[in-house]
């Protein structure tokens, strides 16, 4: 076996992957992004900073959110705003946890 990823699946478990994931995440934030995405790449530069100890990666979109993670409010802007005010009425709300309201 060739190179391998650490991901985190929709359970919340992390496993090997042959395939590095296409999303970043805070697991302590339990907020998810794209890898390029100015502030995570902020906080991961900080050396002795809490943020690498908590990074995790996800091979999809759906799979951070089946984890409990919420959209970055910085890089995903869209899923973000979808996130914090909820779904258009029919439309399913994806996350397990909503936002607080005010």
């Known amino acids: 076996m060739g190179r391998t990823w650490t991901?985190?699946?929709?359970?919340?478990v992390l496993f090997?992957?042959?395939v590095p994931g296409e999303?970043?995440?805070?697991?302590a934030d339990k907020i998810y992004?794209?890898?390029d995405c100015p502030s995570g790449s902020r906080a991961a530069a900080k050396k002795d900073g809490p943020y690498r100890k908590h990074r995790v990666f996800f091979a999809d979109e759906s799979t951070a959110i089946a984890a409990g993670f919420r959209?970055?409010?910085t890089?995903?802007?869209?899923?973000?705003a979808f996130w914090k005010y909820g779904p258009?009425?029919?439309l399913p709300f994806p996350w397990r946890k909503r936002p607080r309201a005010g």
């Not at 999303?23 to 697991?27: L, S």
């Not at 890089?75 to 973000?80: A, D, I, L, T, V």
């Open 88 to 90: 258009q009425p029919g």
């Open 71 to 73: 959209p970055c409010g």
């Open 33 to 35: 992004g794209r890898l």
């Open 7 to 12: 991901l985190m699946g929709s359970d919340g």
């Open 23 to 27: 999303f970043g995440g805070n697991g």
């Open 75 to 80: 890089c995903m802007q869209p899923q973000y």
């Open 16 to 18: 090997e992957s042959e």
